[in-house]
């Protein structure tokens, strides 16, 4: 084993059970098995999920809980035997890494064999998520001084010239928008539409830039995040409390040269959005969706559009390992192309762990992150 055997305890911000205030626990550092290592975290990331597992909205969740699947830091620890990075490259003690949250899939069910499609994986293993934070090795989220990195967890290195904030500021957000991209036609020279300018619609958008679309369109109520968008490249935005339906349509249109957009990109989570996007897209165009994580609703859909437009309608679930990989690969090769680190527009200490989610719950903030060690 090496690294600093003298830490012997981690104090975690807990969520004790759905919709309950959060509580800041000390734990016991376990020993680390092979094949194990211990990050010491620098930036855990607050998701808008972490908001929906405080709220109860996902099922299966493991109370009381530590949240944070997204965290970068250094490796402070390494189990007694080595530990490589998906390269076959040797894992050293004070590399600076991340991690892709789902740890675990199990290889033999249908969805990862014959579907292909892990992301659907029903024994899925995720950090901050389904893992069980009162059973060993407990430190298994990011709102934690310190993550227990189990047993083929899969590690990827962060590059020298990409700082934490950098490394943090796009969260899980940018592995959603390059599965999303990935299952869509995107490519050089096309119209491009995003609904919403969150996270994930940024990075869709960013991607959309880097790939060579002809035309970015962001689509958002928040004056905020569409300035932040211009910012990142997106070409034209349209503010929903300032236009109407018909008139977003229109402007698609001039902006398209009479078609509308080629693609259209579904990220707000609300149900209603998606109605009006089928709306959007061109004819024989594509529609992908990729926001809808939680239940918004249900809301009504003309199938007969669906098909008169003959539209290709894709849908996203998730991330595997490969577009994190991909994701670290784009900021590192972009990094002097967007501000990455000015997305990270909060920053909280372990103990305002509360005050972080409700930040984020009220969309305050671009990137929040808390840094358990100041």
């Known amino acids: 084993m090496t690294g600093d055997l003298t830490i012997v305890k981690s104090r975690a911000a807990v969520i004790p059970a759905p919709n309950a205030s959060i509580e800041i626990r000390e734990f016991e550092v376990p020993e680390l098995v092979p094949g194990s290592a211990l990050l010491k975290v ?60 789902v ?65 943090i500021s796009v969260g899980c957000a940018l592995p959603t928008a390059i599965h999303a991209v990935t299952r869509s036609p995107m490519k050089h020279g096309l119209n491009v539409a995003v609904q919403g300018a969150g996270p994930v619609g940024l990075m869709i958008a960013i991607l959309a830039k880097i790939t060579g679309a002809a035309t970015i369109t962001s689509i958002d109520q928040a004056p905020n995040r569409l300035e932040v968008a211009r910012r990142f490249g997106v070409t034209h935005t349209l503010n929903i409390r300032e236009t109407d339906l018909e008139e977003r349509k229109q402007a698609l249109r001039e902006i398209s040269d009479g078609h509308g957009p080629d693609i259209v990109y579904e990220a707000t989570g609300n149900a209603l959005a998606v109605p009006e996007g089928i709306e959007l897209v061109r004819e024989g165009g594509t529609y992908t969706i990729c926001g809808q994580y939680t239940d918004s609703g249900t809301v009504e859909m003309n199938p007969h559009l669906m098909n008169r437009k003959h539209l290709d309608i894709r849908t996203v679930w998730g991330s595997e390992t490969t577009h994190v990989y991909q994701a670290i690969r784009t900021i590192a090769n972009n990094y002097d192309r967007f501000p990455f680190e000015d997305l990270v527009t909060h920053s909280f200490k372990l103990d305002e762990a509360q005050k972080a989610l409700e930040t984020q719950r009220d969309q305050k903030s671009l990137k929040a992150v808390i840094r358990p060690h100041e």
């Open 42 to 101: 620098a930036n855990a990331g607050v998701c808008g999920t972490d908001v929906h597992l405080w709220h109860g909205k996902l099922a299966g969740v493991p109370y009381p809980l530590i949240p944070g699947h997204e965290a970068v830091g250094t490796i402070e620890r390494i189990g007694p035997s080595p530990i490589s990075y998906l390269n076959g490259q040797e894992i050293k003690v004070g590399d600076r890494v991340t991690f892709h949250d």
């Open 103 to 167: 740890t675990k899939t199990c290889f033999s069910c249908y969805y990862c064999l014959i579907a292909k499609t892990p992301t659907k994986c029903p024994n899925r293993v995720v950090y901050g998520i389904t893992m069980d934070s009162t059973k060993f090795p407990h430190l298994i989220g990011g709102y934690s001084e310190y993550v227990y990195l189990i047993p083929g967890t899969h590690i990827i290195r962060v590059p020298d010239h990409v700082s934490f904030d950098g490394a």
